[in-house]
């Protein structure tokens, strides 16, 4: 899916409404629409980036500042004890063709089937 289209690159754009718990320099936590966990939110980088496959494409320092910010945000929502989790392609169940990160907190309700 291009840029243009693409559901994340569009709430990064402010075209799509999204409930922000944190925001950073090209960074971006939102809630999940569709929570799976007690507390569900998604880490989103601005850069448009399919798969973590190609997640060789970014910068060192911006990759140590998206994890540093994935840690952050968890401490921002209250979290001390969380998962996070990355789904890497269709087969592995990535719905969303933008990299984001899920912090999942509380009871964790599972992945679909
Ligand atoms: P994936 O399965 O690709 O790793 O996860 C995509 C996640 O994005 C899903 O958990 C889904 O509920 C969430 N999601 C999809 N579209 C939207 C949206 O428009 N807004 C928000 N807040 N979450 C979304
Ligand atoms: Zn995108």
Redesign the pocket.
């Known amino acids: 899916m291009s840029e243009a289209d693409c559901?994340f690159c569009r709430?990064h754009r402010g075209e799509?409404p999204?409930?922000v718990v944190n925001r950073a320099d090209g960074l971006l936590a939102?809630?999940?629409?569709?929570p799976?966990a007690d507390v569900h939110v998604?880490v989103i980088p601005e850069r448009h980036i399919e798969t973590f496959r190609d997640v060789g494409v970014l910068p060192a320092d911006e990759a140590k500042r998206m994890l540093d910010f994935v840690a952050e945000t968890a401490r921002a929502v209250g979290l001390d004890e969380y998962r996070v989790m990355v789904?890497c392609g269709a087969g592995a169940?990535?719905?969303?063709f933008h990299l984001?990160w899920?912090i999942l907190g509380g009871t964790f309700r599972g992945l679909p089937a």
């Open positions: 559901i709430i799509l999204a409930t939102i809630e999940d629409m569709n799976r998604l789904f169940g990535q719905t969303v984001h899920h």
